[in-house]
């Protein structure tokens, strides 16, 4: 009977060290949280970088000429106003921008939304092709040329972004989607003119002892604003690497669509590199 009571109590002694030990061997053992990177937060910073302006004038003269021949015939046989004769334009300029936003961490996903501001100060001015033709229209010859400009010049944009990354060590890739306004000067001008000649068959040249005798025309418009507002979208990727717990350097590329502003298309891609810091 000792010798069983002994027993049992030498088993009491060592079963919390053999359960120790087998514990280990399962893998029970304890470890600690995953760690990430902190980006939680908010933020303020600048960059600089290189942005095209791509200019579209293809439209730009038809509201001009439709309204200047509104009440013609020549304009409903032959719609002379959908006759293109600007091209378009594109130009390279260095933009300086701020930002500064906010993000909220889901362990290696950040969720956050960002203000920019974009100094541009681009100008892109219209290539003019003069068309001329020779077209008929309510029992008349009419021989048209039609003439136009234009210039476009983007003063600034501000932009508010919804953003998306993932982290990676001490890298934030993340992709973005926002909306855009912005301010810009215009200036447009088209001219109409040629010669009806009301005779059948037309005699050319134009004689003007016949009667009914052939008539000049000449049909000018222009318009321009200052700091006209422009309404666009934009999307894009991007690049932070955490050098400190505050500190980050960022690159960025970024495609901006603006609505079309008086019959013009104003579209900028930009590349860019800066530096932020996290409170």
Known sequence: MRWFVCAL????????????????LRGAESIGPATYTNWTGFYIGGDWGYTNDATDFSNTTNSLVSYSLRELTLEQDDN??????????????????????????????ILGFEADYTYASAITTAISTPISRQVSA?????????EGSAS?????????????????????PYGFIGVVVGRGDVTRTS???????????????????L?????????????SQNNAILYG???????D?????????????????????????VTLTSARIGAGFKF
Request: proline share 6%; glycine share 10%; charged share 15%.
């Open 191 to 209: 001219l109409v003119y040629g010669q009806e000649n009301p005779s059948a068959p037309p005699v050319v040249p134009c004689d003007y002892t």
């Open 138 to 146: 309510g029992g008349s010859t009419y021989d048209v040329t039609v």
């Open 9 to 24: 109590v030498l088993i009491g002694f060592a079963a919390p060290a053999l359960a120790q030990d087998f514990d280990i």
């Open 241 to 265: 690497y955490a050098l400190t717990s505050n500190i980050f350097l960022r690159g960025e590329i970024e495609y901006v669509r603006f609505l079309p502003l008086d019959d013009i298309l």
């Open 80 to 109: 002379v106003s959908g006759w293109s004769v600007l091209g378009n334009a594109s130009t390279t300029t260095t933009t300086p921008s701020g930002f500064v936003g906010y993000n909220s961490q889901w362990e290696n996903l």
């Open 211 to 223: 009667s009914p005798t052939c008539v000049d025309f000449s049909y000018p418009n222009s318009e």
């Open 152 to 172: 476009m010049r983007l003063v600034d944009y501000a932009s508010l972004r919804a953003r998306a990354g993932w982290i990676l060590n001490n890298f934030l």
């Open 233 to 239: 979208g934009s999307v894009g990727v991007g690049l």
